[in-house]
């Protein structure tokens, strides 16, 4: 089954590139698929006359609070700069998880349980503003950066 997405062409990023998989389609703002999702590039799409930008990510996390920080600073930061241009911004948001992994032995009755964090948190983020354009909010979500902890 053929199913192709349309996307506005944001700054020149994959305009007219194709990737394989499942369904064939060009990367779009509504793809959830593997492959647009661990791009890294933010969507952008307009929603009942405000401007929507959401960004997934992939990152190491070796202290989970420190990333918390990361992207509370990385969110405050955008909301600051879209303010002072004049937008309004109404909602700022991210959720991501980490796995944590249980490594159990078992010898003579006896039990071992090590536990860990993997290096790895996979999230996203979303950002909900008034008054800016498309190109801005894109522009913003794109710089987002998590210092060492961000994964080429």
Same mark, same amino acid.
Do not use: K, M, W
């Given at each position: 089954m053929n199913h192709e997405h349309h996307h506005q062409d944001h700054l020149g990023h994959h305009r007219d590139q194709h990737h394989e998989h499942n369904l064939e389609h060009k990367h779009g703002?509504?793809?959830s698929c593997q492959s647009c999702r661990q791009s890294g590039l933010p969507n952008v799409k307009i929603i009942d006359g405000s401007i929507v930008?959401?960004? *997934?990510?992939?990152?190491s996390c070796k202290d989970r609070l420190?990333?918390? &920080? &990361? @992207? @509370?600073?990385?969110l405050s930061r955008v909301s #600051? @700069?879209?303010e002072a241009e004049g937008g309004i911004v109404g909602h700022a948001k991210a959720a991501f998880e980490q796995t944590t992994v249980s490594k159990i032995?078992? @010898?003579? +009755? &006896? *039990?071992? $349980? +090590? #536990? %860990? %964090?993997?290096?790895v948190a996979k999230g996203d983020l979303v950002v909900i503003a008034f008054r800016i354009t498309e190109d801005r909010m894109y522009e913003l979500l794109e710089? $987002?950066?998590? *210092?060492?902890n961000q994964l080429s």
């Open positions: 703002e509504d793809c930008g959401s960004l *997934s990510f992939e990152v420190v990333l918390e &920080q &990361q @992207i @509370i600073e990385e #600051r @700069i879209l032995s078992v @010898i003579d +009755d &006896q *039990s071992t $349980i +090590d #536990r %860990a %964090a993997t290096p710089q $987002i950066n998590f *210092s060492e």
